[in-house]
């Protein structure tokens, strides 16, 4: 009990007390600011601010869906927010004032907008925004003809926000394709610089990475032939960040490999300014030339036995094939040949929207369980604040439904840091107000400087996002004739309120991760092995793209997963320490498996090829069985003799006349047992503690 509560408190303190570093880009900032600030202002300045009002609440409800990506995608997602809004906003006002209705209605939007997360992130927020704003107009009912008029401004608002977010699109049409190409290739530059590495931390850009793959070949991707040069250069960025793990892992000839990857660096860096500006990659290829005066003199024509020269010829190559690409990334690349549709990996790619939802509509699903967690709770909200007829009660469904995660963890700290930012919101507003002149366009100022603070400071730190939302919507609702320092009171208890019921709801059927983290940790054995199995038929690449890019994405998985259970209260400390140990050590595995596929690809004509296929399909059928016994709570039965078998494949590799690959194999196949037995004795030495783990 004593460690939970310390927990507990921990956990309250850091929610409180840490912020990161805000991500929101000015522009953004600027753009949904002015959406919303400027019908405002021409409707008070033309005598119309109940158009400006509802014009410029559309654009702050939909605010949040204008995020980073493909302008095409991004037109896609605010358009779906938009027309949420609109329909959650005319079903509120139309149903407001008949209880049974309207409870009926706050359960359906509650139980589908909770299980939109099945769609990931994007679709979350549609459904958040369409269940506030419906609670939100339901306390305000319309005749048919106000409530179309009413909704269809709330509508605009959200078209208005796409109209700026897209606005861009054809002075910029592959700007945010080439920032995404750019951030990893920047983070590739990082990677170049590191000389050392720690065996446990998970793979370099593993949420980049897959990022780019969305950005790129995503379901609404750029269709231009500038496509071509960008599928290149994911290719690439993938193949030198391979190489740049395996001369990490040979740990040999310390002054070559540092002076080479500091001229890799500059490369690197270089073709991601170039790609960030769309300018011709004229830096790059002067640190090109560099690099391979570099490699020449360093080298020269022989090689070395301990491999460190085929991998630094093969990134010279990839390196070279980045900078003559990036000339031709982004509106140069119009002038290339029509570029052939690139399909995402099967890793990424989803299936309909029907067969996802089927899937998940049972009791074992946690969107199923958050679902009926938001359907119950918005309308028991709902009611509780009709029946008890508080002052301005739609704060307290509204409350829930932001509040309410399908975790513990985001639900605790949500509903935590709403509540403070909520009291320091309106303790701050009425301090402004108090001291800024009694003038609309003073308020209309101040707002836009609450709503830039909001929109900025949303991901770093939420309670003090929240401190300025509500100024925000204080002063919002102030030129709708609302007192701004009337019922503070209320607004706090209806928040406090909210927050504690959404977390009540949590608690009464919860989705504890910690029934979750084994089968997210088997998952990602078994997408190792299916990586391996990819490896053991080295002639497809592709399959090897595919199942590289399943595999980040379950190490993702499993990663949110464990970060999750660390933050859920009461979690087992057996269990724990058994997810800890598999996952760092599933990234020593990772980085193995990597250094092999960068052999593979170096050398096309491997020494005892069929063999190596052989033991590599091996290590697949024991990291299989790892992960079934992993998920069944057993000792791991019928392994591989793995030792073994290396043991007589590095006897074949002896007598090999290619001894810098012999020995590059050897020294990775012994890598890849002692990764396996590892999992293995990790695995079966938590079988006697399971019964604590359940």
């Not at 892992?249 to 990857?261: D, G, K, P, S, Y």
């Not at 640190?287 to 003199?297: C, D, G, P, V």
Request: charged content about 15%; overall charge positive.
């Amino acid at each position: 009990m004593s460690s939970s509560g310390y927990s507990l408190r921990a956990t309250v303190v850091d929610s409180l007390l840490t912020a990161k570093r805000p991500d929101v880009p000015p522009r953004v900032v600027l753009r949904n600011t002015a959406a919303v600030i400027l019908p405002l202002a021409i409707g008070i300045a033309t005598g119309h601010p109940g158009v400006g009002l509802g014009i410029g609440a559309g654009a702050l409800d939909t605010m949040f869906s204008d995020q980073p990506g493909p302008y095409r995608q991004r037109m896609a997602r605010l358009l779906l927010a938009s027309l949420a809004a609109g329909l959650a906003s005319l079903i509120g006002f139309l149903l407001g004032d008949q209880l049974i209705p309207i409870l009926i209605a706050t359960a359906a939007f509650g139980f589908c907008g909770g299980l939109l997360v099945v769609f990931g992130t994007d679709m979350t927020r549609v459904g958040m925004t369409s269940m506030i704003l419906l609670v939100v107009t339901a306390a305000s009912p319309r005749p048919l003809g106000e409530a179309l008029g009413a909704s269809t401004l709330i509508f605009a608002g959200g078209l208005l926000l796409t109209v700026f977010s897209v606005a861009a699109w054809p002075l910029q049409r592959y700007r945010p394709e080439r920032h995404a190409l750019a951030a990893v290739y920047r983070g590739l530059a990082t990677l170049a610089r590191q000389q050392a590495h720690d065996d446990a931390d998970v793979p370099a850009l593993t949420d980049a990475m897959t990022t780019l793959q969305h950005t790129l070949l995503g379901r609404h991707h750029a269709r231009g032939r500038a496509m071509e040069a960008f599928g290149v250069l994911l290719e690439l960025a993938e193949r030198i960040r391979l190489e740049l793990t395996a001369m990490a892992e040979l740990r040999a000839n310390a002054t070559i490999h540092a002076m080479f990857r500091g001229d890799a660096a500059r490369v690197l860096a270089a073709v991601a300014d170039a790609l960030e500006a769309g300018d011709s990659p004229r830096q790059a290829e002067h640190a090109l030339q560099t690099l391979q005066a570099s490699e020449n003199a360093l080298l020269g024509n022989g090689g070395h036995a301990d491999g460190l020269a085929t991998h630094i010829h093969a990134l010279s190559g990839q390196l070279a094939a980045a900078v003559r690409n990036a000339n031709w990334a982004g509106s140069r690349g119009e002038l290339r040949a029509a570029a052939a549709e690139t399909p995402l990996p099967a890793a990424l790619r989803s299936s309909s929207a029907r067969a996802t939802l089927r899937a998940n509509l049972t009791p074992h699903s946690v969107a199923f369980r958050h679902a009926v967690r938001s359907a119950v709770t918005l309308t028991v909200t709902l009611f509780v604040a009709r029946q008890l007829q508080l002052p301005h009660g739609y704060w307290l469904p509204m409350t829930a439904a932001i509040v309410l995660r399908p975790d513990f963890a985001a639900t605790f700290n949500f509903g935590l840091l709403r509540v403070v930012g909520t009291v320091l919101g309106l303790v701050l507003t009425t301090a402004l107000l108090h001291v800024t002149p009694h003038e609309a366009w003073a308020h209309l100022a101040l707002m836009a400087v609450l709503c830039m603070a909001f929109r900025y400071l949303a991901t770093a730190h939420y309670g003090v996002a929240v401190a300025a939302l509500t100024g925000t919507v204080v002063i919002l609702l102030s030129f709708e004739g609302v007192n701004s320092s009337d019922a503070v009171m209320d607004r706090v208890i209806n928040t406090a309120l909210g927050s504690g019921i959404a977390l009540i709801a949590y608690v009464l059927w919860p989705t504890w991760e910690r029934g979750r983290a084994r089968a997210a940790l088997s998952d990602m054995l078994d997408a190792y092995a299916n990586y391996m199995q990819a490896l053991a038929n080295p002639e497809r690449r592709d399959g090897r793209r595919e199942a590289r890019t399943a595999a980040r994405t379950a190490r993702s998985n499993a990663q949110a997963s464990l970060d999750r259970m660390r933050a859920e209260p009461a979690t087992p400390p057996a269990l724990l320490e058994l997810a800890n140990a598999l996952f760092a050590n599933g990234n020593r595995f990772a980085r193995t498996a990597m250094a092999l596929e960068a052999l593979i690809d170096d050398h096309p004509n491997l020494p005892e090829q069929v063999e190596m296929c052989a033991f590599v399909n091996h290590v697949s059928i024991a990291l299989h069985e790892i992960g079934a016994a992993l998920r069944a709570q057993r000792a791991p039965e019928r392994l591989p003799d793995l030792r073994s078998l290396q043991r007589t494949y590095a006897a074949l590799l002896n007598m090999t006349e290619d001894r810098q690959a012999a020995g590059l194999l050897t020294r990775i196949s012994d890598r890849l047992v002692d990764n396996v037995n590892t999992l293995a004795h990790i695995t079966g030495r938590s079988r006697s503690k399971s019964a604590a783990t359940v």
